[in-house]
């Protein structure tokens, strides 16, 4: 298994196809489902990723041989309600309608471990997290994957080297108490200035997932919101 939670791009698989690997029997899975329009490396190599583990598995009888592109994307959520029914999320997705969606996993009765079991004994309300769901899509109800603790960093941005474009989205770094942090390809899109204060989430690798204005609480108004999947990765839409 090649494993990647950064550079894999055009050029890393220029390079790889140099060195013999063979996708062309690859299937790409993101968060567990393939997607419509999502069915060649190169395609998926259109952007450059940062903090989504991409893994390559090869065939059992070749190694070079690339039968298996699995994608993980996470996105961050935090915590707006919680009872002992169910816990709601907001997350920086829309609906068919292009309305923010905010995602609640329910209580099943019958299962003492499951989603909501998970989530209101290792989270409370405000709480921020990353959640990994199926096809990275809520719209359709889909299910609960995973999800991974955030560490947080605050304070007042010095430097800031990021662009804003369709193929890459909101792309780039800036610099922390003499720190230099990445923004992760799914980041939440909150504008980043110089000379502003912010309290920053870094996913499991060390990535920025997200972000809110220090003295702010975050608003789904801020956001780039994640539509769909698209043919290069994740498309946003404003």
Request: negative net charge.
């Amino acid at each position: 298994v090649l494993t990647y939670v950064e550079d894999f791009d055009e050029d890393e698989v220029k390079d790889l196809k140099k060195d013999g690997y063979d996708f062309g029997s690859a299937t790409i899975y993101v968060n567990g489902a393939e997607i419509d329009g999502l069915d060649d490396v190169d395609k998926l190599a259109g952007r450059d990723y940062k903090g989504t583990a991409i893994e390559l598995y090869a065939d059992e009888d070749d190694d070079k041989d690339i039968s298996r592109i699995v994608v993980l994307q996470g996105y961050l959520a935090q915590v707006t309600d919680m009872d002992d029914e169910d816990v709601t999320m907001d997350n920086p997705w829309l609906n068919d309608n292009d309305e923010a969606v905010p995602f609640t996993v329910e209580d099943n009765s019958k299962d003492d471990d499951d989603w909501f079991d998970r989530l209101s004994k290792r989270y409370d309300v405000d709480d921020y997290f990353v959640i990994f769901i199926e096809a990275a899509d809520v719209n359709d109800g889909n299910d609960v994957l995973a999800v991974s603790d955030v560490e947080t960093v605050s304070g007042t941005v010095k430097t800031v080297k990021i662009t804003d474009d369709m193929k890459h989205g909101y792309n780039g770094s800036f610099t922390l108490d003499g720190t230099k942090y990445t923004l992760a390809s799914g980041y939440n899109n909150v504008e980043i200035n110089a000379g502003d204060e912010y309290d920053f989430f870094l996913d499991e690798n060390g990535f920025v997932i997200g972000a809110k204005a220090a003295d702010d609480e975050v608003n789904v108004d801020d956001y780039i919101f994640v539509k769909q999947v698209g043919e290069s990765g994740f498309d946003t839409i404003a």
